[in-house]
């Protein structure tokens, strides 16, 4: 089994001229990432770093995220990625939890200060981690004496950390080996046949969406086409230009493009890959008819490492309603509150294991989340007769109301098919006699208004029952999120807030 770096390595000699990485800024071919890797690698030895130590990146989506990670493996230090989105809160907490020995960021990004944000950041810190700053035009020219080939990470060692987005608190940092990346690049190469003359365009940074071209691009060789802005005119202007053959997006992202393929060539797409968050049935029916190319929505969180997704080839209804199959050696299992297995078609939670897995985690949080030999995932999910899983909602995300249990992420889906609605995510708001009422937080379409009632009429007239029905509803310019997720924590807060000071309407 061959490590990721050891691959860049080996296109950097097989295939010097072939196209690696790109963003708005840069484009590098696989020979000059190759050099660029060691001559960093190189230069990271002579900084007095211990190996093994892990260093820290907090940046947005751009060519250097890529670049970076590939270098700090081959020079034998865990690589752990903090998207720009992340806040002085998270970023403190993961630096407590890994101990790095370096913090990258940007200067200046999108109007905010990184630099002066890291430098107080380290100045609450008891043992700061050392700085680097990266310009902005150019690359940085970081040059070292090549490294031995032992420096490099091996499939045993840690080599890469993955930070949650914190959206229910403190992140939890998931540390995974060499072998388990190798393990999931090499499925992930298989399942969506991936090959050489790829090229993946990223709009979700990280390892979310992205999990494909994080791992199994740089294994086979295909071209990565990052944005570190994302808009959704420049995402079509890049899908057209850059023909892309995946095109990797969260759920929402993807909702926002949809409206725009028309006028776009999406020829050179072969699929839509997707995960974060559930998929809506009727997104994926609109993507596959407007362009042909299968949508595929995966399964498996950050702090997990197993995962889930339906085949390309698969039928539509498995592509559209499910995440599939289990994938990289994983195994689940659906069990209820008592740890016994539940039937097939009724709802459990769902825990798992395998391969791809994560070896551990850096810091406090996360240890609790296995228990004998299983991950506790958190979320209650349904197989199929034909094995495959649905994804039904987070087991902490259910709204007790007057001892009737209703599932947000079942009403949000019916509400995105909504003609007036751009954005949705439903929470629970305290209530003194029920305990609990269904909030829908809404961010309408451009020149459209969404009301209370009409919005009851529309889930009554699909056949909810009646205590699924929202009884508040809050307008928003737009939703927060924490990374590329809706933030569940913050959200709840405000929603609770307005409806204490009376400003959520509507009393069911």
Known sequence: ??????????????????????????????GQTAAWMDATAG????????????????????????LLRFACERGGHPFIPVPASQGMRELTAILESTGPALLISKGQFRGRDYAAECAEIRGRLEQPPERLTLPEERLPSLEGPRPEPAAALGLGEMVHALATSGSEGIPKIAHYTGEAASRRAEAQIEILDLRPEDTFL???????PARPAWLGAPMIGASIVTMPIFSTERALELIES???????????????????????????????????AVMPASLAEELETATGA???????????????CALPADPPEVRRRTVGKPRGGTEFRLVDADGADVPKGETGHLIGRGPCCAGGYLGAAGHDSWIDGWFQTGDLARLDDQGNYSIIGRMKNVIVRGGEKVIPVEIETLLRTHLDIDQVAVVPVPDPILGERVCACVVPKTGRTVELEPLRRYLLDQGFAYYKVPERLIILEALPTVGDKVDQRNLAEMAASLAAEGQALGDG
């Open 202 to 208: 990223v709009l979700s940074h990280g390892a979310g």
């Open 43 to 66: 230069w990271l030895s002579t900084q007095g770093f211990a190996r093994g130590r892990p260093i820290v990146a907090w940046l947005p989506n751009c060519v250097e995220w890529n």
């Open 1 to 30: 089994m061959e490590t990721i770096t050891a691959a860049v390595a080996r296109h950097g000699f097989e295939r010097p001229a072939a196209p690696a990485l790109a963003d708005d800024r840069f484009r590098l071919s696989w």
């Open 242 to 276: 850059e023909g892309p053959s995946l095109v990797c997006a969260t759920p929402a992202q993807l909702a926002m493009l949809a409206p725009g393929l028309d006028g776009v060539g999406t020829a050179s797409v072969r699929i839509w890959y997707t995960s974060g």
């Open 294 to 308: 299968p949508v595929v929505s995966t399964y498996g969180g950050a702090d997990f490492g197993g995962w889930a």
